[in-house]
């Protein structure tokens, strides 16, 4: 029969280490008042890790954290122990942090293509999920030379070409995972978004062409009608000179000249191909302009002043512009000089005159009262030219 001594002494150890607990209370117990803070750094009850760890605050993270990282582990262990680790913050949202733990792994440079591929294509996920579309679809390629029947790695480079629009390249690569496997639902899915987007797309490309052919033929009309008339263009870009404004229609290039000015109207031709011209009337007493849309080029200044002035504009205090006083003034730029208008005069005539020149295809003009102080002022020191009727 065994001897019970040993249990007896046993026994008799842990009453004394009991007895020592009620005469030198234990210090290493938590604090009733912070004991939830110290719970939680406590790793196996941590609700969320720390960025950083301090080796000084959290002692045993930093012991289990050299554990899961130790180097003498094989790449292959190092490089999986990354993953999971990338998963859990992949499942947490925190997709950046998925990122760099992704990428840490495939800086162990494992040797197995199949874990590689797996790192690779996980990134690209949370990459993608970043919205960072470029990047993933850089890493499902390289995924794809490892372990070219990766379904995953597939699936996701064909919604990277979806969102950066590439709808034929995603076509492509659904087409290619449904070699893999016909039934794949996701593939399905994209294939038929990515197929009708194509089809859009083409469609849009083709309506374009045939916007841009038919508006080059308008201009190429407008040109030629500008053309028979004699009338002398400059683009916006043109210099102020003489020489510049005196270049001709023929060196003129249409890239520089815009069918339609900032307010939507554009020069046109009517049914019986007579000029439509956006034309702008400047008031420099008040420092007020009007804008006519489409003033017919057989149309005469005093038909549009009659309409134009038929009620006092609320700007004319005096009740001064009247149709029958107003006179019109167009300027020679290269030579400072002005000439004015006969109202009774077309547009078309004016347009011809040998000193005007079209400024971004609208015609401008300055109406002022005749005899009034303002146009003693103004003209006075100024060359002004009287135009034929």
């Given at each position: 029969?065994?001897?019970?001594?040993?249990?007896?002494?046993?026994?008799?150890?842990?009453?004394?280490?009991?007895?020592?607990?009620?005469?030198?209370?234990?210090?290493?117990?938590?604090?009733?008042?912070?004991?939830?803070?110290?719970?939680?750094?406590?790793?196996?009850?941590?609700?969320?890790?720390?960025?950083?760890?301090?080796?000084?605050?959290?002692?045993?993270?930093?012991?289990?954290?050299?554990?899961?990282?130790?180097?003498?582990?094989?790449?292959?262990?190092?490089?999986?122990?990354?993953?999971?680790?990338?998963?859990?913050?992949f499942k947490e949202k925190d997709y950046k942090k998925?990122?760099?733990?992704?990428?840490?792994?495939?800086?162990?440079?494992?040797?197995?293509?199949?874990?590689?591929?797996?790192?690779?294509?996980?990134?690209?996920?949370?990459?993608?999920?970043?919205?960072?579309?470029?990047?993933?679809?850089?890493?499902?390629?390289?995924?794809?030379?490892?372990?070219?029947?990766?379904?995953?790695?597939?699936?996701?480079?064909?919604?990277?070409?979806?969102?950066?629009?590439?709808?034929?390249?995603?076509?492509?690569?659904?087409?290619?995972?449904?070699?893999?496997?016909?039934?794949?639902?996701?593939?399905?899915?994209?294939?038929?978004?990515?197929?009708?987007?194509?089809?859009?797309?083409?469609?849009?490309?083709?309506?374009?062409?045939?916007k841009e052919k038919k508006e080059q033929s308008q201009?190429?009309?407008?040109?030629?009608?500008?053309?028979?008339?004699?009338?002398?263009?400059?683009?916006?870009?043109?210099?102020?000179?003489?020489?510049?404004?005196?270049?001709?229609?023929?060196?003129?290039?249409?890239?520089?000249?815009?069918?339609?000015n900032p307010c939507g109207a554009g020069l046109s031709?009517?049914?019986?191909?007579?000029?439509?011209?956006?034309?702008?009337?400047?008031?420099?007493?008040?420092?007020?302009?009007?804008?006519?849309?489409?003033?017919?080029?057989?149309?005469?200044?005093?038909?549009?002043?009659?309409?134009?002035?038929?009620?006092?504009?609320?700007?004319?205090?005096?009740?001064?512009?009247?149709?029958?006083?107003?006179?019109?003034?167009?300027?020679?730029?290269?030579?400072?000089?002005?000439?004015?208008?006969?109202?009774?005069?077309?547009?078309?005539?004016?347009?011809?005159?040998?000193?005007?020149?079209?400024?971004?295809?609208?015609?401008?003009?300055?109406?002022?009262?005749?005899?009034?102080?303002?146009?003693?002022?103004?003209?006075?020191?100024?060359?002004?030219?009287?135009?034929?009727?």
């Amino acid at each position: 029969m065994e001897s019970s001594q040993p249990d007896a002494a046993d026994d008799s150890a842990m009453d004394e280490f009991l007895e020592k607990f009620r005469s030198q209370p234990y210090h290493g117990g938590f604090h009733e008042d912070r004991w939830e803070e110290e719970f939680d750094k406590i790793p196996l009850f941590m609700k969320k890790a720390p960025s950083d760890i301090d080796p000084k605050e959290n002692p045993d993270l930093a012991c289990l954290q050299s554990i899961i990282f130790d180097e003498d582990r094989s790449p292959e262990e190092q490089a999986k122990t990354c993953k999971d680790e990338g998963n859990d913050y992949f499942k947490e949202k925190d997709y950046k942090k998925a990122v760099i733990l992704y990428t840490e792994g495939l800086k162990k440079n494992s040797a197995d293509p199949d874990l590689n591929a797996v790192l690779l294509t996980n990134r690209a996920a949370a990459q993608y999920y970043l919205g960072n579309f470029r990047s993933a679809l850089n890493d499902v390629i390289a995924a794809k030379k490892l372990k070219p029947c990766h379904l995953k790695a597939i699936v996701r480079g064909a919604l990277c070409h979806l969102e950066l629009k590439h709808f034929a390249e995603a076509v492509n690569w659904c087409d290619e995972g449904l070699q893999i496997d016909g039934k794949e639902k996701k593939l399905l899915e994209i294939r038929a978004k990515a197929d009708k987007l194509k089809r859009t797309e083409q469609r849009d490309i083709r309506k374009a062409k045939l916007k841009e052919k038919k508006e080059q033929s308008q201009n190429d009309t407008l040109l030629q009608a500008i053309k028979t008339r004699n009338i002398r263009l400059v683009s916006e870009a043109a210099g102020e000179d003489e020489d510049s404004a005196s270049e001709g229609l023929g060196e003129i290039s249409l890239a520089r000249l815009s069918f339609k000015n900032p307010c939507g109207a554009g020069l046109s031709l009517d049914e019986q191909g007579r000029l439509m011209w956006p034309v702008l009337f400047l008031y420099p007493e008040y420092c007020h302009s009007d804008f006519i849309s489409a003033f017919h080029e057989d149309s005469r200044f005093i038909d549009h002043l009659t309409v134009m002035f038929g009620e006092t504009p609320s700007w004319d205090l005096e009740q001064k512009y009247c149709p029958d006083n107003l006179e019109v003034y167009f300027e020679d730029e290269a030579r400072e000089e002005l000439y004015r208008v006969p109202p009774k005069s077309t547009l078309l005539r004016v347009l011809q005159h040998p000193r005007y020149f079209v400024k971004a295809l609208t015609p401008a003009f300055m109406i002022s009262v005749e005899s009034s102080l303002f146009s003693q002022n103004y003209f006075r020191g100024r060359k002004v030219h009287e135009v034929e009727d």
